[in-house]
């Protein structure tokens, strides 16, 4: 597995999911089992940055080898941003070609965004080459890092981030859920609000669900708990989505009637399950 075939796999098909369809691909060699370490950060607006190797043993036997590292963010809350997509040639009315921004869902990968000549997405990449030629197998520190020139991001996110990941046990489970990167999941709006929810997905499951509330003025549920104008109902509401977004990650499952039978027969947040259920169709156990 050379590192340049999978960045041009992750620049072909930016779109979909890194952390699900390209490292799902890898078991299509046989003999070999992929294994994984994921971990996520929530940062201000949305944002969720994240970190996770992959590596193989063959024949299921043996250390971890052939191990690739990987740095990125995504934004769950808001489906595009300014700054985030690509430039795309096409032509005008009078046969000229001109670049075009073509918005994408809002990711480091996604980036247009930069610093000292320096793209978002361009550093990502350093980042990764980086870390794949040191090989860390073990928690770090900013001395580790001394000569990683880094103009975008704090190295001090960078090794709590990949602090957080090293420690967790490898996994070779392969999830049930069937969602990419980039998927924003929402009903129609109704009595004036419309459920919306998005995932960090990755080939062993889900490490971030994001369940929000827009209301018809573009307002955020999760804005009027921020600043602190949210009525008593809505602090509920927001309790609940809480509550429901740590037992989909703590049990990795959107069946939720069981637990939440109260909310279940809640007309509101029958709405709220419904989307979610999609999430899984039971594909793999």
């Given at each position: ?5 999978i ?20 078991d ?22 994240y ?40 032509i ?9 921004f ?64 090293i ?79 740590k ?39």
């Amino acid at each position: 597995m050379k590192k340049g075939i999978i960045i041009t796999i992750i620049i072909l098909i930016i779109s979909i999911s890194i952390g699900y369809i390209f490292l799902k691909k890898k078991d299509y060699n046989p003999g070999y089992t992929v294994y994984e370490k994921k971990a996520s950060i929530v940062k201000d607006d949305g944002w969720y940055y994240y970190f996770y190797l992959n590596g193989v043993k063959e024949n299921n036997q043996g250390e971890v080898k052939d191990i690739n590292y990987f740095f990125d963010a995504i934004n769950l809350k808001y489906e595009t941003l300014p700054e985030y997509g690509y430039m795309d040639e096409t032509i005008n009315e009078n046969d000229e070609k001109v670049k075009i921004f073509r918005p994408s869902y809002p990711s480091l990968s996604n980036s247009l965004k930069e610093k000292d000549g320096i793209k978002e997405s361009e550093e990502i990449l350093m980042i990764d080459n980086y870390f794949d030629q040191k090989n860390f197998t073990h928690s770090i520190t900013i001395n580790d890092l001394s000569d990683l020139k880094v103009y975008n991001f704090d190295k001090e996110l960078i090794v709590e981030l990949f602090n957080k990941m090293i420690e967790k046990e490898y996994s070779s489970h392969i999830t049930h859920f069937t969602v990419y990167q980039g998927e924003y999941r929402h009903d129609e709006e109704k009595d004036g609000y419309m459920w919306h929810t998005s995932v960090l997905p990755f080939r062993t499951g889900l490490d971030a669900v994001y369940i929000d509330i827009i209301y018809h003025n573009q307002t955020y549920l999760s804005d009027l708990i921020k600043e602190n104008k949210a009525n008593a109902k809505q602090r509920e509401i927001y309790e609940n989505i809480e509550k429901i977004e740590k037992y989909i990650i703590s049990n990795q499952t959107v069946e939720l009637e069981d637990t939440f039978k109260e909310l279940s027969n809640n007309k509101d947040y029958q709405r709220l399950f419904k989307i979610l259920a999609t999430y899984d169709d039971g594909w793999i156990d």
